[in-house]
């Protein structure tokens, strides 16, 4: 049974570059054929898809976040990581990790609350 937990750390200051972490049981990050997604809900609108990496450790990404988005994994901890750069109070949002083979997300996070403001 895969079970996700994200880490953060719920303020940020504009401009400066959001990390968060999803911590990986029950499952590798490397299992054929998952993929390891971030995904966030601002207050009042729907889910965004951010971006994948996938079991092989391909990444990608939200063409409107592209350029400040990066995705990465740590295989040894079974943790994949997000870092959004620049971030405005737009990012407010509750992000989660969640996984998947192919497009679906079976499994997500409980999700973590992050407010960008000064």
């Known amino acids: 049974q895969v079970q996700l937990q994200e880490s953060g750390p719920g303020l940020v200051k504009p401009s400066q570059t959001l990390s968060l972490t999803c911590t990986v049981s029950g499952d590798s990050i490397t299992t054929n054929y998952y993929y390891w997604s971030w995904i966030r809900q601002p207050p009042g609108k729907g889910l965004e898809w951010m971006g994948a990496i996938s079991y092989s450790g391909s990444t990608y990404y939200s063409p409107s976040l592209k350029s400040r988005t990066s995705i990465s994994r740590d295989t040894s901890k079974n943790q994949f990581t997000l870092q959004l750069s620049s971030v405005t109070p737009e990012d407010t949002a509750v992000y989660y990790c969640?996984?998947?083979?192919?497009?679906?997300?079976?499994?997500w996070g409980q999700g973590t609350q992050i407010t960008v403001s000064s």
């Open positions: 969640a996984s998947g083979e192919a497009v679906s997300t079976a499994y």
